[in-house]
T-cell receptor, first 116, second 122 residues
Framework: AQTVTQSQPEMSVQEAETVTLSCTYDTSESDYYLFWYKQPPSRQMILVIRQEAYKQQNATENRFSVNFQKAAKSFSLKISDSQLGDAAMYFCAYRTYTGTASKLTFGTGTRLQVTL | GAVVSQHPSRVICKSGTSVKIECRSLDFQATTMFWYRQFPKQSLMLMATSNEGSKATYEQGVEKDKFLINHASLTLSTLTVTSAHPEDSSFYIC??????????????????FGPGTRLTVL
């Protein structure tokens, strides 16, 4: 079974600074997706970034980028120029590629605080 | 991105009653919908996966007779908590996945989440 591990329950960053959230996963599959989701206090899950495992290039979305190390099964999220609105729970998630049976496996989450 | 709505956003009910939660994909057709449960300060726990027109697939440990899921159309899935008890109080989140596009090509195959429903059973 696939597992996703987030070893940082809480992180803190100053506004305008950079922070990296860690995620490791375990799978025997070669093709899969990896995601970072944000859950602000409203509890609406928002997709931050997505990475296909076959792509060697790290995904980026504006201030958000990932460091995807497939051999090490590591998928960290870097938030640059942190803003107060980035404060939220961040969940790393894994999903196999194929079929309607594929489902997301979430990590336990990292709570990010952004301070002035 | 695509929008998934959930109704109601908050419900309080008495122990023993049944509660229905609706999940709708507003601007796309979702062949697959998911129901999650989230306890405070915890991650999302998948309860079941439903495909339009077929029976839902429940995760291990989830009582199918207690949590009835119906996926009657490509835009609507419902979760009914039957004979609710205080231990069923939780935050329930639905999610819908975009499916195949024309000629069998995958669209973005992305999963969108509803805003959640807070259930409180007294």
């Amino acid at each position: 079974a696939q597992t996703v591990t987030q070893s940082q329950p809480e992180m803190s960053v100053q506004e305008a600074e950079t922070v990296t959230l860690s995620c490791t996963y375990d799978t025997s599959e070669s093709d899969y997706y990896l995601f970072w989701y944000k859950q602000p206090p409203s509890r609406q899950m928002i997709l931050v970034i997505r990475q296909e495992a076959y792509k060697q290039q790290n995904a980026t979305e504006n201030r958000f980028s990932v460091n995807f190390q497939k051999a090490a099964k590591s998928f960290s999220l870097k938030i640059s120029d942190s803003q107060l609105g980035d404060a939220a729970m961040y969940f790393c998630a894994y999903r196999t590629y194929t079929g309607t049976a594929s489902k997301l496996t979430f990590g336990t989450g990292t709570r990010l605080q952004v301070t002035l | 991105g695509a929008v998934v709505s959930q109704h109601p956003s908050r419900v309080i009910c008495k122990s023993g009653t049944s509660v229905k939660i609706e999940c709708r994909s507003l601007d796309f057709q979702a062949t697959t919908m998911f129901w999650y449960r989230q306890f405070p300060k915890q991650s999302l726990m998948l309860m079941a996966t439903s495909n339009e027109g077929s029976k839902a697939t429940y995760e291990q440990g989830v009582e199918k007779d207690k949590f009835l899921i119906n996926h009657a159309s490509l835009t609507l899935s419902t979760l009914t908590v039957t004979s609710a008890h205080p231990e069923d109080s939780s935050f329930y989140i639905c999610s819908a996945r975009t499916g195949l596009g024309l000629a069998g090509l995958f669209l973005r195959d992305e999963q969108f989440f509803g805003p959640g429903t807070r259930l409180t059973v007294l």
